[in-house]
């Protein structure tokens, strides 16, 4: 069975420092990994995802994140947080054989201090 | 325009009504998905219809009847309401069926619909 794990429901960084959200996956074949960001009362949008591709995947915003198949995670980062980069990111892991279900990790939310 | 749009978008009812939820998507979609966000913001998958048939169906109980008149639309119908059903439901859907040629694992999601019941 597949499974997703965020470490940390809670990060709060300053305007302008480093972000950094984890995530690890488990997955008896190879995963497709994704992260999505949901701001209040909206639904979630795609930041970037990994499908097999290059390990490094950049996507929106400014965020990236890398795939690390040793260590079974793929932690999104941002080298500079901004005040508008405050909300929830949800990491998900699916793969040809899940009839296309995500299956998401229990979000993180990320707090930006002025 | 919109690419998924759910309606409503805030349900507020008492228990034991019964209520719907539509979903309509614009981008050519196979593929539907209903998602439950509780109140943790745990996101958990509940059904998805691909071309009007029935793919997956995650143990919810059978209070909950997904139709897909046609592979635009998935609507949630939801009959004798209960306080654990408040969540916000999400509407989602992805271009082809897992495995198939097309398939990028992408989920479009719509901007949710709160139910509250009271």
């Known amino acids: 069975a597949q499974s997703v794990t965020q470490l940390g429901s809670h990060v709060s960084v300053s305007e302008g420092a480093l972000v950094l959200l984890r995530c690890n996956y488990s997955?008896?074949?190879?995963?497709?990994l994704f992260w999505y960001v949901q701001y209040p009362n909206q639904g979630l949008q795609l930041l970037l995802k990994?499908?097999?591709?290059?390990?490094l995947v950049k996507g929106i915003n400014g965020f990236e994140a890398e795939f690390k198949k040793s260590e079974t995670s793929f932690h999104l980062t941002k080298p500079s947080a901004h005040m508008s980069d405050a909300a929830e990111y949800f990491c998900?892991?699916?793969?040809?054989?899940?009839?296309?279900?995500?299956?998401f990790g229990q979000g993180t939310e990320l707090s930006v201090k002025p | 325009d919109t690419a998924v749009s759910q309606t409503p978008k805030y349900l507020v009812t008492q228990m034991g009504n019964d209520k719907s939820i539509k979903c309509e998507q614009n981008?050519?979609?196979?593929?539907m998905y209903w998602y439950k966000q509780d109140s943790k913001k745990f996101l958990k998958i509940m059904f998805s219809?691909?071309?009007?048939?029935?793919?997956i169906n995650e143990t919810v109980p059978n209070r909950f009847s997904p139709k897909s008149p046609d592979k635009a639309h998935l609507n949630l119908h939801i009959n004798s309401l209960e306080l654990g059903d408040s969540a916000v439901y999400f509407c989602?859907?992805?271009?082809?069926?897992?495995?198939?040629?097309?398939?990028?694992?992408?989920?479009?999601f719509g901007e949710g619909s709160r139910l509250t019941v009271l």
């Open positions: 989602a859907s992805s271009q082809a069926l897992a495995g198939g040629p097309r398939w990028t694992g992408e989920l479009f």
């Open positions: 997955s008896s074949v190879p995963p497709y």
């Open positions: 990994y499908t097999s591709a290059a390990t």
């Open positions: 998900a892991v699916t793969n040809y054989n899940q009839g296309g279900k995500l299956i």
């Open positions: 981008l050519g979609h196979d593929t």
């Open positions: 219809y691909n071309n009007k048939e029935l793919i």
